[in-house]
C-alpha cells in the first residue's frame, strides 16, 4: 500500500468513526432539538482547541459490534474553554445508547487519569443507557470487562469535576454526575439507577421516566443536581460557568476576575432589603447580590434545602462561596437538607481554596419527628465537623437571628476567623418566647410572670452584648458589609501556603 | 401578552393581600404576605404587569408551588 493509500485509509476510518450513529440517528436528534455528542463538544470548546483520544476505538467484545461502534459511542479528548485545558467525556447515544463497554471505559480512565495528574477539571456531558450487553453479562463480562478499576470512583478532588445530565442518564453518566463538583440537568432529561423498564420488569413497579428520575425529582426531593435548565446549550454555558470561578486544580489559587463597575454600590441597598420588623422575612440572595460583585452570584441548589443559600460569586474579583440562611424558607431554620446542601459546599469550597462567607439569621434547627427520622443531628454534626476541618478562610456576619447550635455551625463561637455583627443581630441559645415555656412547662405560670421571664431572657442577647465579650469583632452597619469582607479576606489569606488550604476533606463523600 | 403564574415558595397561610385584582404591580412589588413558622414571608410579583387574578383569600392554607396569582405582561 502506498504511502497515499494509507493515508486516504486513515482518513476514512477516521470519517466513519465520526460520523458516529449514522446520518439517520443524528438527524432525528436535530429535528428534535437535541445536540449530538460532538456537537455539544463544538459548543463547549474554544474554537479549534479539541485533541481527541481514542477515536479509532471499538467494541472489543463482541466482534460482530466493530464496525457499529464509532469511537466505542464515547467520545473522549482534551480542550481548551476560556484557555484553560479541560479533559471532556461526551456519551453518543446513536451508538450503542453510549453503553459502557471494556474499550470505551479504558477511554474514560485515560481521560481521568490524566486530568487528574497533571491538574485540570473534567467534564462529563452524560447521556448513557448503562452497561453495554451481552458485553458485560456472565462471569467474563465482570471479572474481565466491568468495573475492573479500582481506582474509577475514587474522588479525592484534585480537580473539579462537573457533569451534565442531557437525556437518558443510567449506569457510569449518573455516577459520574453523582461524583462531580457541579451538575446541570436538561430537563426531559432522566437520571436513575436503573430505567422504568428494567424497574417494571425486575420489581413490578410501573414508573414513568419524569417520576423516576427527572428534574423535579432531583431539583427539589434528592438535590443530587445544582442546576436545571431548558436545552443543551444552556447547560453547556452553566457548567464554562462554574469552571470560571474554579482554579483547574487543589494547588492552585481559582482565577480572579475584573469587577464590574458599580460592585460597590449595592452594599447601600441592604438596609431596603433588610425588614423592619423581626418577623417579617426577606430573600437573602438579594443580600448577597448587594454583597458581591455585580451579578456573579452563582446559586448552587436553588431549590433543594431553601433554608439556606449556597453559591460561588466574586468579592472584589476573588471566588468567594456563600453560605447564607435564608428566612423565606422556614425562617431561616437550618433542616436536613439545608445541612446536606452547607456540608456538600462547604467541602467542596474547602477542597478548592474557596474562602467561605457566612450570613447568618436562623433561629436554630427544623425540629420535629420529619428531620428525626431523615437522621438530622447527623447530618448538623456532618455541616459542624466540616466547617470545623476547613482550612480556608471563614467569615461570618450575625445579620439577625443566631440561636444555640445553629450558631455554630453558622462561625459563631470562633467557627470562622472573624465573625461580624449587623446592629440588628440577636443572639441567644433559643427564642424567649420559647424557651419561657420550657422554664414554665408545668407551673401554671401567670401571663405577667412569663413576660417577666421573657424579658430576662431578652437581656444580653444584643449585638453590643457579644461585641463586649469579644464573641464577635466587630459591629458595622449592614452598608459596611462588602468593605469589611474584602479587608477581611485581604488579612486572612493563607500566606504560609501561598494560599492553599490543608484539603483535609477532599475525600470526603460528594452526596450525603 | 403573557400570563405569569405567581407560585408559593413556602408550606403556610395566607395573612394580608395587600394588591388587588386589575392593579398594575411593578417587578419586586409585595402582592401579599404569607405566614409560615410565625414569620411574614412576602410574596413580590417576579415580572412588572396587571394582576389579572387572585386564587387565594386571607387564612387559605398554601402549599409550596401552589399558583396564588396570575399576572399578565
Keep these: 500500500m502506498s504511502f497515499e493509500d494509507m493515508l486516504a485509509d486513515l482518513q476514512a476510518r477516521e470519517e466513519k468513526a465520526q460520523a458516529m450513529g449514522g446520518p439517520e440517528r443524528l438527524a432525528r436528534r436535530e429535528a428534535q432539538g437535541v445536540m449530538n455528542a460532538r456537537s455539544r463538544i463544538d459548543s463547549f470548546i474554544d474554537e479549534g482547541s479539541w485533541v481527541e483520544t481514542g477515536l479509532l476505538a471499538v467494541s472489543s467484545i463482541v466482534p460482530e459490534d466493530r464496525d457499529k461502534t464509532p469511537a466505542d459511542g464515547k467520545v473522549a479528548g482534551f480542550a481548551k474553554v476560556d484557555g484553560r485545558t479541560v479533559g471532556v467525556v461526551a456519551n453518543d447515544f446513536t451508538t450503542k445508547g453510549a453503553s459502557s463497554s471494556a474499550t470505551n471505559m479504558k477511554k474514560i480512565g485515560h481521560v481521568k487519569r490524566v486530568a487528574t495528574e497533571r491538574g485540570f477539571p473534567m467534564v462529563f456531558f452524560g447521556e448513557s443507557s448503562g452497561a453495554r450487553m451481552p458485553d458485560n453479562m456472565g462471569a467474563k463480562g465482570m471479572g474481565v470487562n466491568l468495573g475492573n478499576d479500582p481506582h474509577q470512583y475514587i474522588r479525592n478532588r484534585e480537580s473539579p469535576w462537573a457533569s451534565a445530565v442531557l437525556g437518558q442518564c443510567y449506569g457510569s453518566s449518573a455516577w459520574y454526575t453523582c461524583l462531580a463538583d457541579f451538575s446541570v440537568f436538561r430537563k426531559g432529561a432522566v437520571m436513575a439507577v436503573a430505567s422504568p423498564g428494567l424497574a417494571s420488569f425486575a420489581i413490578g413497579q410501573d414508573v414513568e421516566a419524569e417520576d423516576l428520575g427527572g428534574w423535579k425529582l432531583h431539583e427539589r426531593v434528592t438535590g443530587l443536581i445544582d442546576r436545571v435548565v431548558d436545552t443543551d446549550e444552556e447547560a453547556l454555558e452553566q457548567i464554562k460557568q462554574f469552571l470560571s470561578y474554579m482554579p483547574s486544580n487543589c494547588s492552585e489559587l481559582p482565577p480572579t476576575a475584573p469587577v464590574p463597575a458599580g460592585s460597590d454600590d449595592g452594599a447601600a441597598r441592604i438596609l431596603d432589603i433588610l425588614p423592619d420588623s423581626r418577623k417579617r422575612g426577606y430573600d437573602v440572595r438579594k443580600i448577597i447580590n448587594c454583597i458581591a460583585d455585580s451579578d456573579s452570584f452563582f446559586e448552587f441548589k436553588p431549590r433543594f434545602g431553601r433554608t439556606v443559600a449556597v453559591g460561588l460569586a466574586r468579592l472584589d474579583g476573588k471566588t468567594v462561596g456563600f453560605i447564607a440562611s435564608n428566612p423565606m424558607g422556614k425562617a431561616g431554620a437550618l433542616d436536613v437538607a439545608g445541612c446536606e446542601k452547607a456540608t456538600r459546599f462547604t467541602v467542596m469550597c474547602d477542597s478548592f481554596n474557596i474562602p467561605l462567607i457566612l450570613l447568618v439569621d436562623t433561629p436554630g434547627f427544623v425540629i420535629g419527628i420529619e428531620g428525626e427520622k431523615q437522621k438530622a443531628p447527623g447530618k448538623i454534626m456532618n455541616f459542624m465537623q466540616a466547617l470545623q476541618m476547613c482550612t480556608v478562610p471563614k467569615l461570618s456576619v450575625i445579620m439577625r437571628k443566631t440561636y444555640g447550635q445553629a450558631y455554630l455551625n453558622m462561625g459563631g463561637g470562633r467557627n470562622s476567623d472573624d465573625v461580624v455583627a449587623w446592629p440588628t443581630a440577636e443572639i441567644s441559645f433559643m427564642d424567649s418566647h420559647f424557651a419561657t415555656e420550657i422554664v414554665t412547662w408545668g407551673q401554671d405560670a401567670s401571663e405577667e410572670t412569663k413576660q417577666a421571664i421573657r424579658e430576662q431572657m431578652d437581656k444580653d442577647s444584643s449585638a453590643y452584648d457579644l461585641a463586649e465579650i469579644y464573641g464577635v469583632q466587630a459591629v458595622i452597619s449592614p452598608a459596611d458589609t462588602r468593605r469589611y469582607l474584602i479587608q477581611q479576606l485581604e488579612i486572612h489569606q493563607l500566606r504560609l501556603s501561598g494560599g492553599i488550604g490543608k484539603h483535609r476533606m477532599s475525600a470526603w463523600p460528594t452526596t450525603y | ?73
Design chain 2, 1 to 73: 401578552m403573557a400570563t405569569t403564574e405567581v407560585t408559593s415558595e413556602i408550606i403556610g397561610s395566607v395573612w394580608k393581600i395587600v394588591k388587588s385584582q386589575g392593579d398594575s404591580v411593578a417587578e419586586g412589588e409585595e402582592i401579599m404576605i404569607l405566614e409560615s413558622m410565625k414569620m411574614e414571608i412576602p410574596v413580590e410579583a417576579p415580572v412588572a404587569g396587571t394582576l389579572m387574578e387572585i386564587k387565594v383569600a386571607p387564612e387559605d392554607s398554601v402549599e409550596e408551588d401552589q399558583v396564588l396569582c396570575l399576572i399578565e405582561s
